[in-house]
């Protein structure tokens, strides 16, 4: 057997990026700077894939130029604080302080930042006392990859658009290349590489509502699992306070903190600020897990709206503070619910949107899988129980850019390993498995049974029945549903429904992981909340919750955290 | 609830290029709800009707640009196009681009028009310790164009783009140039890249911006403001451009003088209403209605009057300025809104009127702006379109108008229809001529390919673009076409007279009524 007999086209490469996100993007960029053969894949097209095209907030960096007062101590703090204290505090201190450093390197890859006329740095408060948030209007992510887009083209790096990565190879206990579908052409490429990196992001579309795009399938997480890597925190997936609640279909939809931010209130059925009652002091800026609890909580006693969220109003403001800050977002409201931000209240829910827990990986970004390195929101450990908003952008380029490096220096050192053929032909017959079986159950069907499943069991609150009960719907759908998954046989050029077949079983794997760790996870912690376990237990749970694949099995087992340099109060 | 049950019929283009010897359109039908877009019945088909159906989206909040298609013939992102229920829509995949599947395109062409063009970020500072100090103002430009979200629906609207792809790089890539050109710290030079990929090749028809999500004025800060910095550095205009500018600094007149221009026909300035005045305007001629369009400028006197409104027309008046302002030669503009500013403002005009698209386009839009500059004051007077003055403040009904038999076509001028909104009022002027049987072309709104100084720089691309024009004229079979802006007009009669028919008529809407009036 040969490679070229078991896929359409062989790919060789030193670096190869999955994921074309900010993090992606700048790994690639950095791997590029350190000489090395660099291949980066994008499950959707360029510049579009992913969640950073999305953000409209932007990112953290303790620069000081808006608060003379703030630096990454003070950065640190706010962030394991924010994260309950269970963030792995060498990341914390990587991603604080060189965020700062990063801010040059942006600009000079041509990332504009708003000024002060003075030529000082514009920075936004986001809901802490200190002014970090570097901002352009909110344009942010959209910005980011544009600027990030443009600098891989003028590299001349290799691009693979609209290439799903579908699974990792190994040789002898390392990675040695990956596997992806072409979904143009609907071809198989079979990727050689030294060293990989997964930055596929989030995982959000195990949920019902999610404010994630429709590439976050979880695949990165799903593949580093299927060849051993650990993931840690899986539990603790963040629900933004405020997502859409009407109209219904667009409910999960993202309503940016800065409309918060900029001062909107929010208020329940009977007008009441009602953020009074949970963190009176920091009011609609308190932590977004607590802020997202507590329109929960309002809902279920009663004092929602008629649309089942709370009232999100920013009618106080004056319009053109409203129009300048919130230019996009109003617009956007506007076309999808028809009410004017700077008028009149609109309905908003918590929606799942960003996973804290991902790949445990080294403050070098590699994993516990040699050649295997992380970057952006695959990792695992940065944020522990709680992000700060604006803190996701600062990830993605810190941990893009050390990702680059490291798997560059890796790949330089590392022998090149042959690909097994064999290897190869196996993921070839699952993936053209799904083509033509014999009744088939069509994949959004199940995928969509998984979400509602997920966001109604192991959302926001969650208890240990709900949690069973989500589990005994993965163990069913694995044994029942999964082997039946299909799509009709026909022409292969860009078939939706084959990506979306390939996708349910990542869905099916991250959906368990976040399953068995709030399952394992006897307390409540930032945005992991047990209503059978209603106080976090210092005593018990400071310590990572860790999911490894061994021999097939999903193992469960804590660590304690390593509290190099702040620990909680009581501790 | 009735809109339960209402339904929204979809044609969409199904296309497999390896296995389908030609492209179909399939029916589908989908249940509407309030606040339903196009990309929502596209999954709602995937999901439901036919998985196979192919086509792009990620975000769903047009952050992205992946899901961009024709809608009815205009692109845009599926996400940001609202659907209405009992309506059909025909969805079809971008144009200029080769099709993958179905809704699918292949942007390989695209990207390498792309990397061709380079619109990349350069510098050779050394790595500072902290960001540059840039004063926020330096930003100004930049943020006007950073919003693209490069959904590519404008390329697929652009007609020189249609046209001719390797002469215009397209409104949607002149952003990403603009982008750097307008970001202060870069210092990668793009205006000859720019120059050379079709600075000059826009007719600032605003097609683009139309379509555009984000609502970029793509003409106005892309490309004029784009000329302006080459203008100032001497890579701009284009020859042709150059003969307008020398008549306007010398004479204040674009064109040459031939027959005995308008102004220098009449004795008197001010043309009092035989009773009482219904209202006092200053008619602002342009260059064209003076000196080569004489027959329209009397008609708009004469029609002005007869609705029994006092006119006044400054002797001195000039040339708006726009020939300049759409190539970037900017620096003839303060001689002439001074000058225009001081005639009318000497006869104690407030309100100014012009059947000229072009001429109410400028002075709506860019005298605010200069007249602040220039004369540090807010613009003066108001200013209507003539066939918007009639219907919308007059409100009065052309007088004694007699039959005029004639099948006829309306060609929007694109600085009326899309530079102004007026698209209702000139066809209610039109039809309410007794025997005028107006029949719509195709796409009255398609740009003919004249104005931003493609027809006085870029001739060939100019004709190439009007072609289509004219195809569209003659599939009405209207023996003439009308319409309201002097460059238009001569371009179609040129575009007429070339392809062979000099039977069709080709009308400025105030010789038509002119000639009913009689």
Known sequence: ??????????????????????????????????????????????????????????????????????????????TVVGGEYINDQRLVEVLTKEAVERLVDLERMGIVFERQEDGKLFQFAPGGAHARVVILGDLAGSHYMVALNREVMKRNIRMFEEVMITNLLMSGGAVSGAVGLDIKRGELIAFKAKAVVLATGGAGQIYRYTSNPVQNTGDGRAMAYRVGAELIDMEMVQFHPTGLAYPPERRGTLVTEAVRMVGAYLLNNKGERFMSRYDPQRMELSKRDVVARAICTEVREGRGTEWGGVYLDASHIPEDVIERRLGVTRRKIMFLTGLDLAKEPIHVYPTCHYFMGGVRAEPDCSTKVPGLFVAGEEMGGVHGANRLGG????????????????????????????????????????????????????????????????????????????????????????????????????????????????EFENLLTISEMVSRAALFRKESRGAHTRDDYPRKDNGNWLVHTVVKNVEGQMRIWSEPVELIKLKPPSA | MSQEKAVVRFKVYRYDPERDEKPRYEAYEVPFYRGMKVLDALIFIHDNYDPTLAFRYSCKIWRCGSCAVMVNGDARPACRAEVEPGKEYVIEPLS????????????????????????????????????????????????????????????????????AWSEMAGPGLMVAIAQSAYNPLNEHDVLPTAFAQG??????????????????????????????????????????????????????????????????????????????????????????????????????????????VEVVIPKDQVCCGSPMIRVGALNTLENLVKRNVAAFERLGVKTIVTPCAGCSLTLKSNYPEYVKKFLGKDMPFKVYHLSEYIVDVLKRKLPELKEVKMRVTWHDPCHLGRGQGIYKQPRELLTSIPGVELVEMKKPDQCCGAGGGVRSGKRELSDLIRADKVKMILETGAKAVVTECPFCVIQLRDALDEAGYKNIEVFYLEDLIKRAMK
């Not at chain 1, 014999?438 to 509602?452: A, G, M, N, Y």
């Not at chain 2, 097609?207 to 000329?227: D, G, L």
């Not at chain 2, 001497?234 to 308008?262: A, N, Q």
């Open chain 1, 1 to 78: 057997m040969k490679l070229y007999e078991v896929a359409d086209d062989v790919v060789e490469t030193d670096v190869l990026v999955a994921g074309a996100g900010a993090a992606g993007l700048l790994a690639g960029i950095k791997a590029d700077d350190l000489n090395v053969d660099v291949a980066i894949c994008s499950k959707g097209l360029f510049r579009k894939s992913g969640a950073t095209v999305m953000s409209t907030g932007g990112m953290e960096v303790a620069v000081g130029h808006g608060d003379p007062t703030d630096n990454p101590d003070v950065h640190f703090k706010d």
């Open chain 1, 391 to 502: 803190n996701s952008i600062t990830t993605l380029i810190v941990f893009g850019w050390r990702a680059g490096i490291s798997a560059a220096k890796y790949a330089k050192a590392a022998n090149s390993k042959p690909l097994n053929p064999r290897d190869v032909a196996m993921e070839r017959e699952r993936i053209f498995g799904f083509l033509g079986r014999r009744d088939f159950i069509h994949p959004s069907k199940v995928r969509r049974e998984l979400q509602e499943t997920m966001w109604n069991n192991v959302g926001i609150v969650r208890t240990e029945d709900s949690i069973n009960g989500a589990l005994r719907v993965v163990e069913r759908m694995k044994a029942l549903e999964l082997p039946k998954v299909g799509v009709p046989d026909g022409s292969r050029r860009y078939r939706m429904d084959w990506v979306e077949a390939i």
């Open chain 2, 96 to 163: 200029n681009l080769p099709v993958v599947r179905d809704l699918v395109v292949d942007f390989g062409k695209l990207y390498k028009r792309f990397t061709a063009l380079g619109p990349y970020f350069v510098t050779t500072k050394p790595r500072g310790e902290e960001p540059a100090r840039v004063p926020n103002h330096k930003y100004e430009d930049f943020i006007k164009v950073a919003g693209c979200i490069e959904c590519w629906s404008c390329l697929s609207v652009c007609p020189a783009v249609k046209v």
């Open chain 2, 199 to 308: 600075l000059y090749s826009c007719t600032t028809c605003r097609k683009c911006s139309q379509v555009c999500p984000e609502e970029i004025a793509i003409p106005e800060v892309v490309f004029e403001k784009m000329r302006a910095m080459a203008v100032s550095r001497g890579i701009g205009p284009l020859p042709g451009h150059l003969v307008p500018k020398d008549l306007i600094e010398k004479t204040g007149r674009s064109v040459t003088k031939k027959d005995v221009p308008f102004l220098e026909s009449i004795g008197t300035e001010v043309f009092k209403a035989s009773s009482n005045a219904a209202d006092r305007v200053g008619y602002f001629t342009g260059c064209l209605a003076d000196y080569r369009l004489q027959p329209v400028a009397e008609a708009t006197l004469d029609i002005l009057r007869k609705l029994g």
